[in-house]
């Protein structure tokens, strides 16, 4: 990775920036190991190596949504991609007219709308599972949910509707990084009573020394669900994920109801 470059873009971009907090992550900075705590108390073991802030964003009104985009690179070419999303503020609770109580929890609406619960509108990912295992009403208390997919149309564009993306788009840009041909991606939400994070991990499979078409629509890559099993190695490649990405999924769901750390570590061996 060529820092030099990607200082440059950090001190070009870093006046126009606004960080989450004092100690939260910004533009540019180089983190390793665990970070955090963010939001509403999220702390995050980071899978190996070096990683770059290359997007921050915040919104203000309702749960005051969180995003970070961190990226790794090795000869100017993109490797690996974390965007995570958190809310720094709870939703209002609601009553438990059977208890009488007061419940906190998400609304469903916001959360499984077009992302990884839904199987963003069911787009046949390669792997895709639901468990939301305390609900009320239209809450969710306790859940995950995870789609494992490839895509292979990547929009260097910095017109994306979300801040973050857009901010990562330049940033990627400004500091002469190569976008990967295709992207394989392990997608997490993790409910808790009184917590949500949203988690997208991507690795590009040429590190893997799997080559793949770029700018194919999604039902006609290789790597889709009904097409996969014509190609033995993106095949065995992708098991390896959902393996891993299912491995995440459940310790961490034991993790977060804990408040403990996300491990996000073992998608290292990934790559």
Known sequence: MKKTSILFAFIFLSFSINSFAKNE??????????IGKFGLGTEITLPKGEWLV???????????WAELVLIQAELDKIKTIL??????KLEKTISNMAGGDHKQGWTRAKHVDDN???????????????????????????GTCISVYAINKINPGTKDRLEV?????????????????????????????NNVVHSYFAINPEFQSIASNKNILFKDSD????NI???????????????????VLEDNQVNFLQERALNFLPYGELY
């Open 25 to 34: 992550p910004y533009l540019g900075q180089f983190l390793i190991g665990t």
């Open 54 to 64: 290359a997007g921050v964003s915040t919104t203000n009104g309702g749960i005051r």
């Open 83 to 88: 965007y995570i999303k958190y809310p720094r």
């Open 116 to 142: 990884t619960c839904d199987d963003y509108s069911m787009q046949n990912s390669n792997f895709n599972e639901v468990n939301f295992t305390k609900r009320f009403t239209s809450r969710i208390f306790e």
């Open 165 to 193: 993306w857009r901010m990562t788009h330049e940033f990627i840009n400004r500091s002469n990084l190569e976008y990967p041909n295709s992207l394989v991606f392990v997608d997490n939400t993790y409910f808790s009573l």
């Open 223 to 226: 790597w889709h669900k009904y």
């Open 229 to 247: 099993n014509s190609h033995p190695k993106k095949k065995s490649y992708m098991d390896k994920v959902t393996y891993i990405g299912r491995q």
